[in-house]
């Protein structure tokens, strides 16, 4: 069944541009008379709230929630209205210039869809898009850096894992098989089980930090590797903890009687909660 078309709302000029009423919403909000609270924001006190928004939409996804990804893309969709109105008075640019510059970009990298250049599947689409970044890099780009230098630093540690080793791999710098990363994930276990077993102290940026740290890098390597995402892969892991884990509370009678529980009996609670036929999966197993 087909879903049910939007609501728009009317007025006596018919539809609302919901969207132009979007940007002078947030423009009154930090105006003279707007919110106290929307006025003393900074491009630096929102980030936080960017990434959290970012991890709801997530989140609704997963969940196949979809009135609530509704709910979540305005949120998410709001942190673009802060960021444009902040930037355009400050006089950097506004929402119009974001708008531009995405229909610009939507454009010059689509030259099979709005140019002549032929692309009969998704490989080769990637393979276009990645070139003309490139280039766009190049003309931008006064001196030469790193081909590393414009992947973000702030972005979670993991999706930079992801695409630091993806950049590498563009010049041959890579594993050439999964095999190879299960032999450098063995390594890397060798050497943090040597660090655990010397480093007494386990005090922050210890040795023991950077051998988990090179564990985790070869990871999330092996999960490019097999084209899997692995924020989405750990979130389904945590969804299957938090499935099984209330199961076990429920076996063992109660918060408190787990808490009271042997670690035999835990582990045993833990392998039933596995098993039980009563688990119901969601978009993870």
């Known amino acids: 069944m087909a879903p049910p078309a939007p609501d728009h709302t009317e007025n006596e000029n018919g539809p609302r541009d919901a969207l132009a009423e979007a940007v002078a919403i947030m423009a009154r909000l ?6 106290p609270w929307d006025r003393e924001q900074t491009f630096d006190s929102i980030k936080r709230h960017t990434l959290e928004e970012t991890y709801e939409v997530f989140d609704a996804i997963e969940r196949r929630a979809w009135p609530d990804l509704k709910d979540e893309l305005g949120d998410l969709f709001l942190q673009v209205l802060f960021y444009a109105q902040m930037a355009s008075e400050a006089g950097y640019f506004d929402i119009h210039d ?11 990298r689509h030259p099979h869809i709005f140019g002549d250049v032929v692309a009969s599947d998704a490989g080769t689409v990637l393979r276009n898009w990645e070139q003309i970044k490139q280039l ?8 030469e850096g790193s081909m590393l230098d414009d992947i973000p630093r702030t972005m979670p540690a993991m999706m930079e894992a992801g695409k630091l080793g993806s950049r590498a791999a563009k010049v041959g710098f890579d594993w050439p098989d ?3 990363l299960f032999e450098k994930i063995q390594e890397e276990i060798g050497e943090l089980k040597t660090e655990i077993a010397t ?3 386990r005090q ?8 988990l740290g090179d564990l985790l890098f070869t990871v999330v390597n092996l999960a490019r590797h097999l084209k899997v995402d692995p924020e ?7 969804a299957k903890f938090r499935r099984r884990f209330a199961v076990m509370e429920v076996a063992a009678g109660g918060r408190d009687a787990l808490a009271a529980s042997t670690p035999s009996e835990l582990d045993l609670l ?7 036929a009563s688990e119901t999966p969601g978009p993870w197993t």
């Not at 989405?232 to 945590?238: E, T």
């Not at 833990?270 to 098993?275: H, I, L, T, V």
């Open 199 to 201: 480093d007494a102290d």
């Open 270 to 276: 833990w392998n039933q909660a596995k098993n039980a």
């Open 98 to 108: 974001v708008a531009a510059n995405l229909n610009a970009k939507l454009i010059r």
């Open 30 to 35: 930090r105006g003279p008379e707007g919110c």
């Open 136 to 143: 766009e890099r190049q003309a931008s780009t006064k001196v």
């Open 232 to 238: 989405s892969a750990l979130r389904g892991a945590n």
């Open 204 to 211: 922050a940026h210890s040795p023991i930090e950077a051998e």
């Open 178 to 180: 999964t095999e190879g």
